[in-house]
């Protein structure tokens, strides 16, 4: 069965470093999205990602975030200056269409910054 | 208006018991409603979804009853088994928006 995969499992960094968190989406998928989870709490939408561009973010994903697809099978989200509030499961997902359809959520990278 | 709001917070059911999550949304233009599962450490799995033209949908254990009226929606586990404990999340989402809107979420312990 196709899947989501995201790279490394677990990163850990010093508070102020760049973090790049990658994934590979399923490979006839057209949206590409990154929801974080803080530990404990609910899943929180980041950003949506078709036709190489931003279709849209939330007030999380602000200056220090971008997003990537470097190729046709990697997307990467990039925090460019980390604080330790970024500490949270990162999942990457894919959807074959946009909105009301089945998104398929990878197994995530926990990021710890110290 | 965007919200999605899911009670229990926790929920513990005996097996063979109903487990059942409610779920309570705002924005009238959501269409898609999915219920993920969550074991720790993983990332969420499409468990069952809904749309708003039918009213309720079985796939084997996992029923979801959906009222438009009242914009609620609901998970029922029969037969809740040990292994089906986890968390649960509802979500919202509406056609052109990629973004799936989540719920507080609901961990489920079922007892042997």
């Known amino acids: 069965e196709p899947e989501v995969t995201q790279t490394p499992s677990h990163q850990v960094t010093q508070m102020g470093q760049e973090v790049i968190l990658r994934c590979v989406p399923i490979s006839n998928h057209l949206y590409f999205y990154w929801y974080r989870q803080i530990l404990g709490q609910k899943v929180e939408f980041l950003v949506s990602?078709?036709?190489?561009?931003?279709?849209?973010k939330s007030e999380i994903f602000d200056d220090q975030f971008s997003v990537e697809r470097p190729d046709g099978s990697n997307f990467t989200l990039k925090i460019r200056s980390t604080k330790l509030e970024d500490s949270a499961m990162y999942f990457c997902?894919?959807?074959?269409?946009?909105?009301?359809?089945?998104?398929?959520f990878g197994q995530g990278t926990r990021l710890t910054v110290v | 208006q965007q919200q999605v709001k899911q009670s229990p917070q926790s929920l513990i059911v005996q097996k063979g018991g109903i487990s059942i999550i409610n779920c309570a949304y705002e924005?009238?233009?959501?269409?898609?409603f999915p219920w993920y599962q969550q074991f720790p450490g993983k990332g969420p799995a499409l468990l069952i979804a809904i749309r708003p033209d039918v009213s309720e949908k079985k796939e084997g254990r996992f029923t979801i009853s959906f009222n438009k009226s009242a914009k609620q929606f609901s998970l029922h586990i029969m037969d809740s088994q040990p292994g089906d404990s986890a968390t649960y999340f509802c979500?919202?989402?509406?056609?052109?928006?990629?973004?799936?809107?989540f719920g507080d979420g609901t961990t489920l312990t079922v007892k042997p």
């Open positions: 997902a894919s959807s074959e269409v946009g909105g009301n359809t089945e998104a398929f």
């Open positions: 924005n009238t233009a959501f269409d898609y």
């Open positions: 990602f078709y036709n190489n561009e931003i279709s849209e």
């Open positions: 979500a919202a989402s509406m056609a052109g928006a990629g973004k799936s809107t």
